[in-house]
Every structure is written in C-alpha cells, then in structure tokens.
C-alpha cells in the first residue's frame, strides 16, 4: 500500500476539531521561512487575505516545499503540488505528486440493497428533519460510513477533472489520464484511463519498478539528483544507488501539523496534537 511519507507523534493527547485561525503576518512569515507553500507555484504572499479564517476538519500535516491546493488544505509531502481546490483534507499526498485542476472526490455512497438509495434510507439529519416537519419518518439503516479521503503514493500525477472513489488507494509512480474515473486501488506505476478507468500499461518493466520501489528515490532530495540522467531511469538509478553507498542520506525533514502550528501563531491556547495518519514514520514538529 502506498502511504504518504509522514510522521507520527509522540504525543497521546489530541486537539479538538474542527480547528479554526484567522490568517495573519506571523503564518504568512512562518509559511516563508519553513516552504510551505499555499498556492502553485511556490505562492506565499497574497493567497489569503489578513484576517481569512482557516478551517482545519481533521489534523492535516505537510512537509518542507509542500505545495498545498490554492485556498485549501490537506495532507502534502516534500515537493508535491495540487492545483484543485475541491479535494478533502482528508487526502493523504506523498512527495514529488502533480495534481491538476478540477480533479475531486467522490461524495458518500449509498446503500443499493434496501428498498431506496434514498437518504431516506441512511441519512439521520434527513430523519429528523422530516420527523419535526412531518410527524414522523422510518428508522435509518446502519450503514458503515466509507472513508472520506484519499491515499495517494509518491510520484504520481493526476490529469485534470480525474473523478476518485472514496477510500481508494494509488500506488507509487501511478499516472491517471484527465477525466478518468477511479473506482478502485491504482497499483504502482500503472498508467490508467477512462471511466471506469482501467490499466493502459505500465510505465516500466516489472525488474525495474522492483527496483525502484526498492531504491525509493522519492526518499531523496532534489539536490541529490544533481548530475543524474532523469532520461534514463536505470541509469538514474545506478547513479542514486552509488551515491548511497557512498553514505548518501535520506531527506528527513520535519513535517508540522498545520493546525497546531497556525493557532499557535494565530494566539490561540496550545494543545496537544493529535496522532498522525498510520504508515508514517516521523515525528512531527512540535
């Protein structure tokens, strides 16, 4: 399963959500000094006005040259960028990933197997209102809420106006045509299309996406590549693998739970922040 390269605290206490700020000089400043971006591309300065308030759902955490969607948030890891604005926050983004415009999530799913896919059927806030304007209505269904974001591995690139099932996962080095529409698990370094969106091909032969994921360039900073043929992905990778045996040392930075760190600077009382995503590895700054 791919997962975005995150921490996890250290820390057993949670702030309380939904959490919001009024954006001010100090996040701005903040935002400037540890690269976390607001807008593509590398926008700091002028995204939001002072004052706008900030409303964070669910703890949403971002690493150094993150870019997050203009006017939104989610979770972003080192060098990725979003240009859609809709997706939840509870998207969960690895590094190096391109997302294009228009692209969203779908809502929730409705139950097929009772008499309606009405939200008669499922829905308590339809219940109670009907119950106050009408008297009465019928006992909703229990039906398991599905999860509401995303998962989405390091290097991939979503096309414009990409459709995404809720809850799926998409794999390392995937690509997904524009308009697509993703009803299920993307596998690594699939290229997929349509709607349903199906697999195209793969971007490279079962040895070297073994290899790859093996290697995990995305582990790296840009920096590192300095010198490398991009062109040529086993030769980039017999460079990268040299340069690690040479002592070449993983990107670690330090990833920040947005909310925490905004009302902090917003003058709002600390608290402790909540746990990370699973599968992320880190601790997050304090």
Not at 65 to 90: E, H, I, N, V
Not at 221 to 237: K, Q, V
Request: charged share 20%; hydrophobic share 40%.
């Amino acid at each position: 399963m791919a997962t975005a390269t995150m921490p996890a605290t250290r820390h057993g206490g949670c702030m309380q959500y939904p959490v919001t700020v009024k954006f001010n000089k100090p996040i701005q400043d903040w935002c400037e000094e540890n690269r976390i971006f607001l807008a593509h591309v590398h926008k700091i300065s002028g995204v939001y006005k002072f004052g706008t308030p900030l409303r964070f759902d669910v703890p949403v955490f971002a690493e150094p040259y993150a870019t997050l969607p203009d006017r939104a948030f989610m979770t972003t890891g080192a060098f990725s960028y979003c240009r859609s604005s809709g997706l939840p926050q509870a998207m969960r983004v690895g590094r190096f990933c391109s997302i294009a415009v228009g692209c969203e999530v779908m809502g929730v799913e409705h139950p097929m197997t009772s008499i309606t896919t009405h939200v008669m059927a499922f829905r308590k806030y339809w219940q109670n209102d009907i119950t106050k304007m009408r008297g009465d209505a019928p006992e909703i269904l229990k039906v398991t809420p599905g999860a509401k974001g995303v998962t989405v591995g390091n290097d991939v690139w979503i096309g414009q106006r990409v459709l995404l099932r809720r809850g799926i996962t998409i794999g390392d080095g995937a690509v997904i045509g524009a308009g697509s529409v993703v009803v299920k698990d993307v596998p690594p370094f699939a290229i997929i299309g349509g709607a349903p969106a199906r697999i195209i091909r793969f971007r490279f032969d079962e040895e070297t996406i073994a290899r790859i994921q093996r290697v995990k360039w995305w582990d790296y900073a840009p920096e590192h590549f300095a010198g490398m043929d991009l062109s040529d992905p086993r030769a980039f990778l017999d460079s990268l693998e040299e340069r690690i045996a040479g002592g070449l040392e993983p990107y670690k930075p330090q990833p920040f739970n947005l909310a925490k760190v905004f009302s902090k600077l917003a003058g709002a009382a600390a608290r402790t922040p909540p746990a990370a995503p699973p599968g992320w590895s880190r601790d997050a700054a304090e």
